[in-house]
């Protein structure tokens, strides 16, 4: 378990899809039980979209994805992800299985 202070270092890694997938996980779980950290993470997605969106003046469509969906699409792409992993053990297992049958 992760606390507070930990996971609000990884804002800007999370922000810039920069976690890891176990630093991830860790990350959404920490946000759906903390209401502190979600907060604070509101407030430091603001303001460096704000920011950077003041520097560049480009990347618009990324500043229009508020937090909150920013919070939504890592779920998803974790989910997919273990999904993924899923397939591949399933696969590692049946090509083994192939291979102790064909011996
Ligand atoms: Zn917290």
Redesign the pocket.
């Known amino acids: 378990m992760m606390?507070?202070k930990e996971?609000?270092k990884l804002f800007i890694p999370f922000i810039d899809d920069k976690l890891s997938v176990s630093d991830l996980a860790a990350f959404l779980d920490?946000m759906d039980?903390?209401k502190?950290?979600?907060e604070?993470y509101d407030i430091y997605y603001t303001v460096i979209m704000g920011m950077r969106y003041l520097d560049e003046r480009q990347n618009i469509s990324e500043f229009k994805l508020d937090s909150e969906q920013k919070l939504h699409s890592a779920a998803d792409y974790l989910l997919k992800y273990r999904i993924l992993l899923l397939e591949k053990y399933i696969l590692l297992a049946v090509l083994c299985i192939g291979v102790i049958l064909l011996l």
């Open positions: 606390e507070c996971i609000q920490h039980t903390c502190e950290c979600r604070e």
